[in-house]
């Protein structure tokens, strides 16, 4: 064997022991991997992480995706405008540009932010995180001008989720336009003082919001919906010689910009509230005031406020608010309530919160020119806006739970255990648990889910009960179980008695079945439930023959029920005509105001079906006839210029004119008439109370010079009040040419302002002669509206022709019926 190529034995032998060796060390190696394993299992190595699926994309709805939250917003507003153009200022803007900062709560981790913007320029858009004040890089940002209003930021970064804050800073641009919408422009004239001492009239601006219901997004970027609540700051710069007024109290200071002076007025952070609520005026209008716990301000144009004009808002606020804090037992919350009358709110007034506005027919009152309905209505209105709870069904509910410390106490609970909060109608259901044995989640569930309220249907000669839903078109009602509390009695005994009643379909009540022959029943006393009642032909007989021979058996409040139940169950084709007319007829010994409210609205719906009829002619001559006890029973008051002192008289001594001179009675034409021309003459002997309804009697039976005697007299009122009632009065002119005039004069806000523009136009077309002049003016409006517009015009066209279709039919089917009643009665 070869040197090269051989080993030692002694190598050989090594090799093999150091091989086995190695063996040997495997196999150890290999039990014990295996008993660590079977001890200490191992866990996989973690998979590549892909990164989230983030939305994109507009949202599936119209309403905002639930990815951020707004905590807080910043506001600067600066509006251009001048309050008045003189020698020194003519370059007049309506122009507004401003910025805002939202602080947002990030729920989810998100690249896209959604907010809501109309009719503003974005010119500017940064998303920063709030702790670090890091800026985030932007992927771009657009408005979608469709029906959303969406302004969609897109971001490159992430925005983190778990509740982390960032802040969105925009830019904007906007004007001011006078569409009474948003932030916006109203113009109105001020008698001031001429070069020879002579007062003349000078045009005035100032700038207002309407932020309801979804308007604040035309005044700056921000998430405008009910539920999204925030605090707000918001800071004005604005003109001198003008005030800024918001939610908050607010501290002006002045300020050198770009060499013109402004004022710079800045709002203490608001409450929790919706964007909605918020609101702002920038005018150079003055006011009154009235300080207390809480600092009361009425403000108005000058020449209102200087004749004492909101004098009586400012004491009835302080009295109402008084009551409010007494009877809840709740402080309110802010430091001041402004109220101001603005010459133009498409609205009768708004409940913004510490700055509530109305229209100046609503908050501003000549005391020597105000009739007691108008001190009524400026009391109501801001009982109204101060508490704002729309009460029907809540005083079912009292009337349910019976007691009324209890349902109170409940009520106070709520309101101050969820102040600044969102709410949903359980919580009230709770507070009210606590102080009552009674299920009133229960009884509400079906009133607060269902849509609409019930007809409740007795059959007295079998007991038998019925409740669906009341439409007018009876082929949609359905059956559905509300719970309802009904009050009843029957004429043998009168003792309220109570029944729950939740059903969708028939079931039996003994004691609600009529056994002897002359007894009767009446159910929903005093009118406590939300809800229609229906009888069996039978017993509205003998409702009818109670009412005919001593109406006083019946409760006042339940003669108006019936008579208005059983005209909307004729309408909606559930019970004949002629027994809703025949409880009319026992009218002309009536002399309280509900029953003859009721029946005179219901009969103003019969004329308006038969106003071009011969139905027409028997319908004037019934109602001519039905109205003369009454008209006589107040015609000494009115010849004397006087008024009953029951407040419920007063109205029914206008009801009285009103029916008595447009159904022909002479006497009352002669004495609207005689008035008339005294204040032609220069006496206005007519009661406030009364003037609405005798300048109207008299306009209709007058002639041309009459209403433009009329007209020049609105043109120069000052009185809110009195403009509206010489602005009723002139629609009720029987001249067609002088009505189209007049239709004509309602597009032009110089004649007729843009927020008596709709009802004035209601008016003409309450007048027989004005329906066809106000029918085609509308037609021509609808046309002059651009797209959106039109489609919102169409399904309201839509809906109108859908109501006028099922009047035809109703009419076709109860004309003879009706014609036979009234020529039966004349």
Known sequence: MGKGTGISKAVAIGIGVLTVSSLCCLVLMAVMYKIQIDKYPPVNPPLPSKPPVLPTGLPPSLRLPDNVIPESYKVFLQPYFYPAITNNYTNQSFAFTGNSTVRIKCMTDSKTVFLHVLDLNVTTVEVRKSDSNVKLSLGGYRIHRNESNFLEIQLKDVMSGNETYYDIFTEFEGELQNDLTGFYMSQYTEKVKGDEDEDVDQERFLATSLMKPTDARKVFPCFDEPALKAEFEITVIHRPDTTALSNQKGAP?????????????????TPIMSTYLLALTVSDFTFVSKSSAIRINIYGRSEAINAGHADYALEITEKI?????????????????????????SVGAMENWGLISYQESGLLIDKNMASTFDQERVATLIAHELAHQGAAVLRMLA????????????????LSKFQFQNVVYKDLWECLKQETSKDVEAFMSTWIKEVGYPVVTIITQTGELTQEQFLLKQSWGHGIAWQVDIRYFVSSDFVVKQDLLKVNGPVRRPHFQIEKKDEWLLANVDCAGFFRVNY?????????????????VIPLINRGQLIDDAFNLARASRLNVTIALSLTKYLINETEYIPWESALKNLDHLILMFDRSEVYGPITKYLRKQITPLYKHFEEYTKNGTIPEKHTDQYNQVNAISVACSHGLSSCITMASGLFRDYRNGTNKIHPNLRKEIYCSAIAAGDEDDWEFAWNEYQRATAPAEKDKLRYALSCTKEIWLLNRYLQYTLDPSKIRKTDMVSTINYIAKNVAGQPLAWDLLRQLQKEQDENDQDIAAQALEQVIERTEANIEWVKENKQLV????????
């Open 321 to 345: 608010l008084n009551h409010y804090q007494k009877l809840f037992e709740l402080k309110y919350s802010l430091e001041k309530i402004d109220q101001i009358a603005l010459p133009d709110i």
């Open 536 to 552: 069996d032909e039978e017993n509205w007989n003998k409702l009818h023959m109670q009412l005919e021979r001593n109406h006083e």
């Open 253 to 269: 200071d002045t300020t050198e910009i770009d060499g013109e002076e402004w004022v710079v007025t800045t709002f203490p952070k």
């Open 819 to 826: 014609k036979d009643w009234f020529i039966g009665e004349m």
């Open 399 to 414: 009337t349910f739970i019976g007691d009324e410390e209890a349902f109170m106490k409940g009520i106070k609970t709520y």
